[in-house]
C-alpha cells in the first residue's frame, strides 16, 4: 500500500560503481572522489539532497569505498593544523563536508545492479517515500530538480522520475518512459518503462536521468525482480510493474528537466562539467575565461 503524502527525509546515493570508464585514475580512488572544480563530485550530490531538505543520507558503497566515508568525517589532525596557521578560509571548507548531513553507509556485498542497490536501503528506509541520486549526474544547484520532485510525490503519492528530452539517437543509451501529459508543463504521467531501448523500439525520447523519488512499495518489487538486461537487477523493471498498476504503489510521475545537468561518469563532459563551474567560480571565472578565450583563438 502507497504511503503517499508522507514527508521525504531521506536520500539514498548508490556509489559502489567500480568506475571503469576513468581507469587508471579510478583503480585506487573512488570515481565520485574526483575533483569537480576543488569539490569532489559526491559532495555536490549530497548537497543538492540537503538543499531539497533531505538531511538523511544513505550512501550504498562497495570495497576500495572508503575514502567517500573518510571525506564526510572530521579530519581533526587537518582542522588542527589550519586553525594553528590561522587559515579559517580553508578551515570553512574542510568542515563544510562533515557538517552538511547525517550520514549512513551500507555495503553493496554483491553489486547486481541499480536495483540491487537500491534494496541495500531497505532497512534504513523502512515505510517511507525517499529519494534516490545518482553519483554520475550533477544538477546545476540553480535548477532545483530535486525539490520540485519532491513536491509532486507529497502531492500526488506514488513515485516521481527525472525525464530529460536527448537526441533519438542517444536514447539506447537510457531507460526510456512512456508518458502522458498532465495539466502541469513540467510534469508527465508514466505509462510504461524500458530500460535502453534500440532507437526503433523507443517509445519517447524521454530519457530517465539520475533522480527519483519512489515509495517504498518498490522494494518488494525489487525483491522479486529477476535479473534483465546486462545480467543486472534493472530499478527500471521495478518501476515498469509500478506504473502499469497503481494500486501497488500509486502512479508514477515524471518531472521534465530542461536545466543544466553535467554528467560526471563520462571523460568528455565530465571536463566539460569542470570548465563550466570553473567559468561560473567568482574566484576562478574571471581569470579562467580569459585565458580559455585565449587558448580557444589560438587553438582555431
Same mark, same amino acid.
Given at each position: 500500500?502507497t504511503?503517499s503524502h508522507?514527508?521525504i527525509?531521506?536520500?539514498v546515493?548508490p556509489?559502489?560503481?567500480?568506475?571503469? #570508464?576513468?581507469l587508471p585514475?579510478?583503480?585506487?580512488?573512488?570515481?565520485?572522489m574526483l575533483?569537480?572544480?576543488?569539490?569532489?563530485?559526491?559532495q555536490y550530490?549530497?548537497? @543538492?539532497?540537503?538543499a531539497a %531538505?533531505?538531511?538523511?543520507v544513505?550512501?550504498?558503497t562497495?570495497r576500495?569505498k572508503?575514502? &567517500?566515508e573518510d =571525506?564526510?568525517?572530521?579530519?581533526?589532525?587537518?582542522?588542527?593544523?589550519?586553525?594553528?596557521k590561522g587559515d579559517? *578560509?580553508?578551515?570553512?571548507k574542510? /568542515?563544510e563536508?562533515?557538517d552538511?548531513?547525517?550520514? !549512513?553507509?551500507?555495503r553493496?556485498?554483491?553489486? #547486481? %545492479?541499480?536495483g =540491487?542497490? $537500491?534494496?541495500c536501503?531497505?532497512? !534504513?528506509v523502512g515505510?517511507?517515500?525517499f529519494?534516490?541520486l545518482l553519483?554520475?549526474d550533477?544538477?546545476?544547484?540553480?535548477d532545483?530538480l530535486l525539490?520540485?520532485?519532491?513536491e509532486?510525490q507529497e502531492? @500526488?503519492g506514488?513515485s516521481v522520475?527525472?525525464l530529460? *528530452?536527448?537526441?533519438?539517437e /542517444?536514447i =539506447?543509451?537510457?531507460?526510456?518512459?512512456?508518458?502522458e501529459?498532465?495539466a502541469?508543463?513540467?510534469v508527465v504521467r $508514466?505509462?510504461?518503462l524500458? *530500460?535502453?531501448?534500440?532507437t526503433?523500439e523507443?517509445?519517447?525520447?524521454?530519457? $530517465?536521468?539520475?533522480?527519483?523519488?519512489?515509495?517504498?512499495?518498490v522494494f518488494d518489487?525489487l525483491r522479486?525482480?529477476?535479473p534483465?538486461?546486462? %545480467?543486472?537487477?534493472?530499478?527500471?523493471?521495478?518501476?515498469q510493474?509500478?506504473?502499469e498498476? *497503481?494500486k501497488?504503489?500509486?502512479?508514477v =510521475?515524471g518531472v $521534465?528537466?530542461?536545466?543544466?545537468?553535467?554528467?560526471?561518469?563520462?571523460?568528455g563532459?565530465y571536463?566539460r562539467a569542470i570548465v563550466?563551474l570553473?567559468?561560473?567560480?567568482?574566484? &576562478?571565472?574571471?581569470d579562467?575565461?580569459t585565458?580559455l578565450?585565449s587558448y580557444?583563438?589560438e @587553438?582555431m
Open positions: 500500500m504511503q508522507i514527508r527525509s531521506k536520500a546515493i556509489a559502489a560503481g567500480l568506475g571503469t #570508464r576513468f585514475a579510478t583503480k585506487a580512488t573512488p570515481k565520485e575533483p569537480v572544480v576543488d569539490k569532489p563530485a559526491i550530490v549530497v548537497e @543538492e539532497a540537503v %531538505g533531505l538531511s538523511d544513505l550512501m550504498i562497495g576500495n572508503r575514502p &567517500l =571525506h564526510f568525517d572530521r579530519n581533526y589532525e587537518l582542522e588542527s593544523a589550519l586553525t594553528r579559517a *578560509e580553508r578551515l570553512q574542510v /568542515q563536508s562533515s552538511l548531513a547525517t550520514m !549512513h553507509y551500507v553493496q556485498g554483491d553489486p #547486481r %545492479g541499480l =540491487h542497490a $537500491v534494496l536501503a531497505a532497512p !534504513h515505510d517511507q517515500p529519494a534516490v553519483g554520475d550533477l544538477i546545476d544547484p540553480r532545483p525539490a520540485r520532485m519532491v509532486i502531492r @500526488e506514488g522520475v527525472a530529460m *528530452e536527448v537526441a533519438p /542517444q =539506447h543509451m537510457y531507460g526510456c518512459a512512456a508518458v501529459p498532465t502541469q508543463g513540467d $508514466v505509462t510504461g524500458v *530500460e535502453k531501448p534500440d526503433a523507443a517509445p519517447s525520447n524521454l530519457a $530517465v536521468i539520475g533522480r527519483y523519488v519512489l515509495d517504498p512499495a518489487i522479486k525482480t529477476e534483465g538486461r546486462g %545480467g543486472e537487477i534493472q530499478l527500471t523493471d521495478a518501476l510493474l509500478l506504473a498498476d *497503481e501497488i504503489g500509486g502512479p =510521475h $521534465v528537466f530542461k536545466g543544466r545537468r553535467y554528467d560526471t561518469g563520462d571523460r563532459d571536463l563550466r570553473a567559468c561560473e567560480r567568482e574566484d &576562478l571565472g574571471p579562467f575565461r585565458w578565450r580557444v583563438a @587553438e
